[in-house]
């Protein structure tokens, strides 16, 4: 029998921001967050295992040093988890460009987990994947469900995990204005390790996320599109400003990332209401409503951004074994 699986996972972006662990040994978060699953971006991953070594590739190239050696230590964990030790191949197609801010991680470790765990033999619970997945990239933890999720920080590893959240009728959609599309300058496990140690501004950040991320779920379940765009909007901004206060700091933000910033406040005052996020890399993701979709999108293009997307809610993670 082929000890083979295939698993398709979709980024999300987080309306509340996960920035900074409290461990980082097993991948605790320092405070909980709230995402939103994208259909326009997603990562297709096959494992199989029965091999000598683990290898992996990458949207056909091979995935050397850091990048190899991090696959390499998610596949110890599925290993010790199904009681093995052959190695595995791990063939990747990115719809997202890769490391780019554009949540590839998320989606990249959510896709290996759901592949790796499965054609190992094993058969996780959403919430054990999202555990899972955790350790291999924090984000990946909400893109193993779709549309909305919350990834609450527990204390220990059985406690952090992401799971769904109930989407009144907000009818969300975001636009993506992809300023630079380049691997990013410093990585966001990098910069939020910076941001905790050196900036003296990390522990406002971590009270004021907490008091966002109880807003956001009481918005949510009301329902309420301003509320939920005002705190995306200012949770994204808190978080770039805890980086600037880093040693060295650490800005991502390009002069396209501020024009589309002022965009998205001019358009506001026009009645398109729509709010702005950022992560780490200098793209802006835009949150609004579906029937604003188009105009959204066209007034970023009219301002002069070439790549915009747009996207809908996605779905969660899907797996299939090659012996079904
Ligand atoms: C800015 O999940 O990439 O996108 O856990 O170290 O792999 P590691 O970090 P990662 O960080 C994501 C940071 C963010 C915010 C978010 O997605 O919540």
Redesign the pocket.
């Known amino acids: 029998m082929s000890e083979r699986a295939t698993a398709v996972a979709h980024s ?3 309306l ?4 900074g ?1 409290r461990d980082e040994g097993i ?1 605790l ?1 320092a405070t909980s ?1 709230v ?1 939103l699953t994208l259909d326009a971006y997603s990562t297709r991953t096959t494992v199989e295992w029965g091999r000598d070594t683990d290898t992996a590739e990458l949207d056909g190239a091979p995935l050397a040093g850091e990048a190899g050696a991090r696959v390499t230590r998610f596949l110890d964990l599925v290993r010790s988890l199904a009681g093995r030790s052959d190695g595995a191949s791990v063939i990747s197609r990115n719809t997202v460009p890769t490391a780019a ?1 554009l ?1 590839s ?2 989606s990249g ?1 959510a896709a290996l987990a759901a592949a790796a765990s499965s054609a190992a033999g094993l058969d996780l619970a959403p919430r054990e994947l999202s555990i899972l997945a ?1 350790k ?5 933890a ?1 893109s193993i469900f779709g549309d909305l999720a919350v ?1 609450f920080a527990g204390d220990d590893d059985a406690s952090s995990f992401a799971e769904p959240v109930t989407d009144p009728g907000l009818d969300l959609a975001m636009v993506v204005a992809v300023v630079d599309a380049g691997v990013k300058t410093i ?3 990098a ?3 910076l941001t905790a140690e050196t900036s003296p501004y990390f522990p406002a950040w971590v009270d004021a996320s907490r008091t966002d991320f109880t807003d956001m779920l009481a918005a949510i379940a009301a329902s309420d599109f301003t509320r939920v765009g005002e705190l995306t909007e200012s949770n994204a901004m808190r ?1 770039h400003a805890s980086m600037l206060g880093a040693t060295p700091p650490v800005s991502y933000w390009q002069p396209d990332s501020v024009r589309v910033l002022h965009l998205v406040r001019d358009l506001r005052s026009t009645g398109i209401e729509c709010y702005a996020t ?3 890399g200098p793209n802006v993701k835009i949150l609004c409503q579906r029937r604003r979709m188009e105009s959204v999108r066209d007034a970023v293009t009219a301002a002069g951004i070439t790549r915009v997307t747009t996207s809908l809610p996605g779905p969660g993670v899907a797996v299939s074994r090659d012996d079904e």
């Open positions: 999300n972006i987080a509340i921001k996960y920035w662990k991948a978060p967050s995402s801010g949540a991680s998320a470790f955790r291999g990239s924090g984000s990946a909400r990834w990585s966001s496990r910069a939020m390790r978080m950022m992560d780490a």
